[in-house]
Each structure stands twice: as structure tokens, then as C-alpha cells.
């Protein structure tokens, strides 16, 4: 299993209001290169994979507050390789309709990994939520 890390600015750009998770669109990057946990942006990842794959949208299924709990429920992705990506250990999530498509978290696989054309990486969250904010 994945471990998943948050981004340490996303908690400060979630209440300056830099997000809205209800309209905006969040997006995969891979890299071969751990983020630091004090990135805020795209562009401060070593050689980010924003494309080489068929999808790299995550597609909400259902977001909203209970009880004082923020859930953000994306459906599980499974990604199609469309050329050869890789080497990459980490996935990124990041909001590609915020100003400087901010980072939200990611996930380290553990290991190195390619996808050649036609393979796949299925993205599957666990519980069914990407992030819960109390």
C-alpha cells in the first residue's frame, strides 16, 4: 500500500481560500524525485510526468462535511499508459485550477516503476477518500 504524505502548505492555502474542492479540478503528477513536504506548487517538483497517460484527472464522487469532518471522496483511477512513462515512485495530487496548480499530497509507491503503452496504474483510495480535514 501506498503511503500517503499531505502537503505541508495545504492545510494554509485550504484557509486563505486557494482551494475549492466543490469546482475545482484535481490532477495526478508522477516523479521519480520524493516532494519535499514544504513544496507549495508544480513547478517546484523535480521533473514532474504531467502526461503520457490516457487520464490524470481525478473524478469527484462526492464531497462534503459531517459532524465537523471534511471528506473528499475522487472514484478510483486507473491510468492507461498512452507512452512510456518512468521511471516515477510518487504520485502527486495538486489543483490544477488554483494559481500555480498548488499541491495537496502524495503518495510514495515504495519503489521506482515504468508503465509502457498500453499498461495501466490503477490509483485506488483507500476508504474512498483522498483527504479528511477535521
Known amino acids: 500500500m501506498a503511503e500517503y504524505t499531505k502537503i505541508n502548505s495545504f492545510s494554509e492555502a485550504l484557509a486563505e481560500g486557494k482551494h475549492n474542492f ?3 479540478t484535481l490532477k495526478v503528477a508522477l516523479t521519480n524525485t520524493a516532494p519535499l513536504p514544504t513544496a507549495t506548487k508544480l513547478s517546484e517538483l523535480t521533473d514532474p510526468i504531467t ?3 490516457d487520464t490524470m484527472t481525478l473524478v ?3 464531497s462534503g462535511q459531517t459532524a465537523g469532518t471534511y471528506k473528499y471522496i475522487p472514484a478510483d483511477l486507473t491510468m492507461t499508459a498512452t ?3 518512468g521511471p516515477f515512485r510518487y504520485v502527486v495530487i495538486y489543483d490544477d485550477t ?3 496548480d498548488l ?3 502524495f503518495f510514495d509507491m515504495g519503489a521506482s516503476i515504468s508503465r509502457e503503452i ?3 496504474l490503477k490509483l485506488e483510495f483507500q476508504e474512498g477518500e483522498l483527504f479528511s480535514l477535521t
Open 51 to 53: 502526461s503520457g497517460m
Open 22 to 24: 466543490e469546482t475545482n
Open 60 to 62: 469527484k464522487t462526492s
Open 98 to 100: 488554483s494559481t500555480d
Open 83 to 85: 507512452a512510456e512513462v
Open 118 to 120: 498500453g499498461e495501466t
Open 103 to 105: 499541491l495537496v499530497c
